[in-house]
């Protein structure tokens, strides 16, 4: 399994940058990968998903990219604010069972005013 | 509407205590999770449901049970905590590839 810290990574930008946050995923067999929001103290919180057949999906001030050839997934926020920051996780899951969603370690964003 | 809520919020536990864990969520979803998550890890799935009477393992089960004898409500129990079992409980539900997660259990296991 991936070797982890106890720190994560750290994506700091300045309020107003677009923030890309990136996440490579495993399972080939996966047909649903999601964001999800972790502010402090608190359960994640869906953001936006993507379906297999796709490679961008657009939201309000989010866009998601997906590479199935890489396996890797990104997420854009464009004109970050300071209540973006938070711990962003990417989820990949299969429609087709129990859609258990498996998740990534996570990144920290930070956005300074 | 209350989505997913999570009993109790804070927890400190002796070595060799027992306790369970309520998750309850008034959205009809079949699907229920409970995973832990740890300092610079992302959540790791404990069990699941897939619907009321089932459960099944997931990547982290040991030293843990679950029961599901209501369609709302997944339990979680630790039988005899061990420190290694502290960490910030989550539960969730879902209906598709969306999860609804409550608020988390922060237990301290001493």
């Known amino acids: 399994g991936e070797s982890v810290g106890l720190h994560l990574p750290t994506l700091s930008v300045q309020e107003g940058d677009n923030s890309i946050i990136n996440c490579a995923y495993s399972?080939?067999?996966?047909?649903?990968f999601i964001w999800y929001k972790q502010e402090s103290g608190k359960g994640p919180q869906f953001i936006i998903d993507?379906?297999?057949?796709?490679d961008k999906r657009q939201g309000q001030r989010v866009t998601v990219l997906l590479n199935k050839t890489v396996k890797h997934l990104s997420l854009q926020i464009a004109a970050t604010q300071p209540g973006d920051s938070a711990v962003y996780f990417c989820?990949?899951?299969?429609?087709?069972?129990?859609?258990?969603?498996?998740f990534g370690r996570g990144t920290s964003l930070i956005v300074h005013p | 509407n209350a989505g997913v809520t999570q009993t109790p919020k804070f927890r400190v536990l002796k070595t060799g205590q027992s306790m369970t864990l309520l998750c309850a969520q008034d959205?009809?979803?079949?699907?229920m999770y409970w995973y832990r998550q740890d300092p610079g890890m992302g959540l790791r799935l404990i069990h699941y449901?897939?619907?009321?009477?089932?459960?099944a393992k997931g990547e982290v089960p040991d030293g843990y049970n679950v029961s599901r004898l209501k369609k709302q409500n997944f339990l979680l129990g630790l039988e005899s905590a061990a420190p290694s079992q502290t960490s910030v409980y989550f539960c969730?539900?879902?209906?598709?590839?969306?999860?609804?997660f409550g608020q988390g259990t922060r237990l301290t296991v001493v």
């Open positions: 993507i379906r297999s057949n796709m």
């Open positions: 399972n080939s067999a996966s047909d649903y």
């Open positions: 959205m009809n979803h079949e699907y």
């Open positions: 989820a990949e899951t299969t429609s087709g069972g129990s859609y258990i969603p498996t």
């Open positions: 969730a539900s879902t209906h598709t590839y969306e999860a609804f």
């Open positions: 449901s897939v619907g009321e009477g089932t459960t």
